[in-house]
Nanobody, 130 residues
Framework: QVQLVESGGGLVQAGGSLRLSCAAS????????MGWFRQAPGKEREFVAG????????YYADSVKGRFTISRDNANNTVSLQMSSLKSEDTAVYYC???????????????????????WGQGTQVTVSA
């Protein structure tokens, strides 16, 4: 069983920045592809960003491209999401997730599909005030 724990959420003014982190209990952290999703009240969970096992491939939702950056540190079993130029519409609970797919290629279709992820964190709240 893999445990994922997010941290770094909080309240920030529009235009500000936050850095989310996700710590994994998996000792073989380099195995899974990792993703960030978010869910706002009354809305479905949506894809934010994904990163491949090696960190060499990244994907972003159009709504965050150019503002958010996903990265990972396999030596320390963490994945991060640096968020800048935050907008009120970024307000949501943010979740990290791990995909242990056997494919050697991390396709965008996999990255963006929450059903393809095997483990999820408990979420961290991000609130952006106007």
């Amino acid at each position: 069983q893999v445990q994922l724990v997010e941290s770094g959420g909080g309240l920030v003014q529009a235009g500000g920045s936050l850095r989310l982190s996700c710590a994994a209990s998996d000792r073989t952290f380099s195995n899974p592809n990792m993703g960030w999703f978010r869910q706002a009240p009354g809305k479905e969970r949506e894809f934010v960003a994904g990163i491949s096992r090696s960190g060499g491939t990244t994907y972003y939702a159009d709504s965050v491209k150019g503002r958010f950056t996903i990265s990972r540190d396999n030596a320390n079993n963490t994945v991060s999401l640096q968020m800048s130029s935050l907008k009120s519409e970024d307000t949501a609970v943010y979740y990290c997730a791990a995909n242990y797919g056997y494919s050697t290629t991390y396709y965008r279709s996999t990255a963006a599909n929450p059903a393809r992820y095997d483990y999820w964190g408990q979420g961290t709240q991000v609130t952006v005030s106007a």
